[in-house]
Nanobody, 118 residues
Framework: QVQFVESGGGLVQPGGSLRLSCAAS????????VGWYRQAPGNQRELVAR??????????NYADSVKGRFTISRDNAKNTVYLQMNSLKPEDTAVYYCNANLASRDFWGQGTQVTVSS
């Protein structure tokens, strides 16, 4: 069982920045693809960014809507994955969830609210 502790959400003005953190309960990065998803009210949960496992090369991919503004990274020693969000827009407002896909199983964090508003 993989568990996560997420942090870093909050209220920010348009154009501002936030960094989300997700600390995993164990060393999963060697074999798991980890990523961030988000869900706005009335919408389906969507992929924001992900990074493949260490043994798969650590490749990243992003939703078109966040390319050039968001960056996913991880600290293997701390078992933590980050999402740096810059140039935030009101449409980025959502609950953001950390995810790990390990051996075809999905594990989810509890979610952290990000609100972009003036």
């Amino acid at each position: 069982q993989v568990q996560f502790v997420e942090s870093g959400g909050g209220l920010v003005q348009p154009g501002g920045s936030l960094r989300l953190s997700c600390a995993a309960s164990g060393n999963i990065f060697s074999f798991a693809t980890v990523g961030w998803y988000r869900q706005a009210p009335g919408n389906q949960r969507e992929l924001v960014a992900r990074i493949t496992s260490i043994i798969s090369g650590g490749h990243t991919n992003y939703a078109d809507s966040v390319k050039g503004r968001f960056t996913i990274s991880r600290d293997n020693a701390k078992n933590t994955v980050y999402l740096q969000m810059n140039s935030l827009k009101p449409e980025d407002t959502a609950v953001y969830y950390c995810n790990a896909n390990l051996a075809s199983r999905d594990f989810w964090g509890q979610g952290t609210q990000v609100t972009v508003s003036s």
